[in-house]
């Protein structure tokens, strides 16, 4: 590689100093029963921690595999009929210097020092709850799915308080055996894993130790060490009843009178066994909902939004399938965008071996007359199993249904980890439309990381020109792709400035079923990371496009033909937790037989734990050989997140974008009332600073203005 050439005279190519330590799924750690819970206040004054014989042996992955850690951590676990409780010391010998920033739930938490706490509760060591706390007690969290894949966007309820002393940081939390799903034995074991990132060093320590040749790290479950000395822990009938309000006003362009927004709805939740759970909501709302990021489109394919709403969120993972945001089988964000929920539900949860889910959801009319959007049925079923130890084999079956007719597909995945981060993956789907007829896609992908300084991989997908799951994203139709890549990726444990490089080669090709070459595309890429945080990245990318057929690039047609461009890309980022922090980037070079110059600037000020504010800009300059070629593109955006406490913060984005020159400003202001209780104040508004194509004197600017007030409230028995 280039890289390899560049930093061989350098002395950095090769250098390690990593040690061995024990394999996590030989280690063990016990929960010690209590009878009095302790206050979750950040100070560990309860006489029973004392007794408790704590976790101690981590180890760093993270800048040298292997190595002890540079400051000390002590983790105690009790647990009552109640909950689970950690018990945490971080000693720091200069605790002036702990990274504490971060009060907003789901926050950056990235940027401070904090801990995870991973549990497999099921110890099937394939998927996992992940719980994160920094400092503050702020709380993020997410749900692991086959060691593939975290779910940020899922939010459990728990307790989490820290404390900055004289010796360190003292973390307390307790995770109520309500907030999560476990077998029911009389005495269940679960995996467990700990995991402390000390900030302004940049190291993370493990416990268990997970070594790098596991490129997964914390994802990769199979690796936790077993949680014993769980008794008799309570499997009641669990239920959660989360009713809502909403009120508001609603304004849009052309209406002449304002909508009054009113109504009510809920969620409920129940335990149907200790493996299954079903969730069922009525008049389902996602007012509090954030706002999507503008995005400028300059290829000849859909942009991908991702999901958003809290309703999909949880367990999501399990019902992926696909290649994720290229062709996807089932894609929740199809589901209510057009046509509001009425209701539905869901099922999700374990069955022995097998994770099982079920969802059922059905939207209302919409519109009128000509057009009126009838409808419909969404429904889905997804099932994987664990027929061998890290291999896993599923299925899953779509249907959408309304009185004109139904689009259903049935597929089949599989997937085989081995070695440290290597798997196999395969899946087949095969679409049956009422009008459209039948059609297929399906994908096979192999990833080899035989060790921890090289990568190889390659694929095959096939996506018949028809292919259209009515629940499903596919960006790319009537498509042939072979693909293939080699990376070196080493770490410069030894070096006081360097920390690690990915080198890399990756080549694909996308044909037609036709078999006639439809694209190309030869990539060198290389980033370097330093010890202080910051990193660089450089590209190369070579591309071929063949049009058979025109195609529009924002408006303009480009005609029938081959087209050969090559350009490259570099940037720089710095370290996340600083103060100040920024990332610059600029790509020049060809484009469809013109030339196409990117610059991008964004970055972010801590003015304290309090304010944080994140301005962004994008420029594209475009110049292709046709009629009114010559464009640019521009995107303005800042970010402003602010936080009273960790239960009062409030989100404001601006955006605003020179193609539809709309100005959007999107406001919430967030209360946690109560645990899993929300107080939600929204406010949407969108302004056409362009000129107006049909100027009317009683015509406004204004394309939307939108405030909401909504009230949610759980309920636990």
């Known amino acids: ?271 149907i066994t200790s493996n ?46 696909g290649d994720n945001r290229e062709t996807e089988v089932f894609f929740s964000r199809r589901i209510g965008l057009s046509n509001e929920i009425i209701g539905g539900g869901r099922v999700t949860g374990q069955m022995g071996r097998l994770s099982v889910g079920m969802m059922s959801l059905q939207t209302d009319d919409a519109g009128s007359g000509d057009e009126l959007m009838l409808g419909a049925n969404n429904s889905v079923f997804r099932v994987r199993g664990d027929v061998l130890p890290r291999t896993t084999v599923g299925g899953i079956f779509t249907n959408l249904q309304n009185g004109d007719g139904h689009n259903r597909v049935m597929g089949a995945d599989a997937q085989v980890r081995f070695w440290g981060g290597s798997a196999f993956t395969g899946w087949y789907a095969h679409v049956r439309d009422s009008d459209e007829g039948s059609s297929s896609a399906g994908s096979l992908k192999l990833d080899i990381r035989p060790q921890r300084t090289w990568v190889l991989g390659g694929e095959f997908r096939s996506v018949e020109a028809n292919f259209a799951p009515g629940l499903g994203f596919v960006r790319r139709r009537d498509a042939v792709r072979y693909a293939g890549n080699v990376g070196w990726t080493p770490a410069f444990e030894s070096s006081s400035w360097a920390r690690s490089l990915v080198s890399a080669l990756s080549v694909n090709q996308i044909d037609g079923q036709d078999g006639v070459k439809q694209s190309s595309t030869e990539l060198i890429h290389n980033m370097f990371s330093f010890q202080s945080g910051e990193r660089v990245m450089f590209n190369v990318r070579r591309q071929f496009e063949g049009l058979v057929e025109p195609a529009s690039i924002q408006g303009r047609e480009l ?97 605003w974008d020179d193609v539809s020159r709309k100005l959007q400003a999107n406001i919430r202001v967030d209360w946690i009332h109560t645990p899993g209780s929300d107080l939600f104040v929204v406010l949407n508004t969108g302004y056409q600073t362009g000129d107006l194509l049909d100027w009317d004197p009683r015509e406004t600017r204004w394309l939307q203005r939108t405030g909401v007030v909504k009230l949610t409230y759980l309920k636990a028995f």
């Open 559 to 655: 005609g029938a033909g081959d087209y050969n461009f090559t350009y490259v890309d570099a940037s720089i980022t710095t370290n996340s937790s600083r103060t100040l922090q920024g990332k610059a980037s600029v790509r020049l070079g060809e484009f469809w037989n013109g030339t196409r110059t990117d610059y991008s600037l964004s970055g972010s000020w801590k003015t304290g734990p309090h304010l944080t504010l994140t301005p962004s800009w994008k420029r594209n300059e475009i110049d292709l050989p046709v009629a009114d070629g010559h464009f640019s593109t521009t995107v303005l955006g800042l970010n402003a997140v602010g936080a009273a406490s960790r239960k009062l913060f409030a989100n404001v984005l601006v955006q």
């Open 276 to 321: 299954l759970t079903a969730d069922l909501t009525w008049n389902t709302d996602f007012a509090q909902v954030e706002a999507d990021n503008v995005q400028v489109n300059l290829t000849r394919f859909s942009l991908f939004f991702p999901e958003k709403r809290e309703f999909f969120l949880e367990r999501g993972g399990l019902f992926s399938f």
């Open 1 to 271: 590689m280039l890289a390899a050439a560049l930093l061989s005279p350098l002395g950095l190519v090769g250098q390690k100093n990593s040690q061995v330590s024990p394999s996590g799924a030989a280690l063990s750690a016990v929960a010690v029963p209590i009878t009095a819970a302790p206050r979750i206040d950040g100070v560990m004054d309860e006489a029973f921690w004392a007794s408790i014989s704590p976790i101690t042996e981590f180890r760093q992955r993270v800048p040298v595999d292997g190595g002890p850690p540079s400051e000390r951590t002590e983790v105690r676990i009790a647990y009552d009929q109640k909950a689970i409780y950690f018990g945490m010391m971080m000693y720091d010998s200069e605790p002036e210097l702990i990274r504490t920033s971060i009060l907003v739930r789901e926050g950056k938490l990235s940027q401070d020092d904090h801990v995870w706490i991973g549990l497999d509760t099921y110890h099937d060591r394939r998927n996992g709850y992940l719980f994160e706390v920094n400092a503050f007690g702020t709380q993020g969290d997410a749900l692991i799915t086959d060691e593939s894949s975290m779910n940020w966007d899922w939010e459990g309820v728990y307790q989490s308080q820290g404390r900055i002393t004289e010796d360190g940081w003292v973390l307390e939390v307790a995770i109520p055996f309500t907030s999560i799903r476990f077998s029911a034995e009389d005495a269940p074991e679960m995996g467990v894993a700990l995991r402390r990132n000390i900030r302004r060093k940049n190291e993370e320590v493990f416990w268990p130790h997970i070594p790098a040749r596991f490129r997964g790290g914390f994802r990769q479950v199979s690796q936790y060490a077993t949680l014993r000395g769980l008794r008799d822990l309570p499997q009641g009938r669990y239920m959660e009843l989360k009713p809502f309000a909403i009120v508001g006003a609603q304004k849009l362009d052309g209406a002449t009178d304002t909508d009054v927004l009113d109504d009510i709805g809920v969620d409920f939740k129940y335990a």
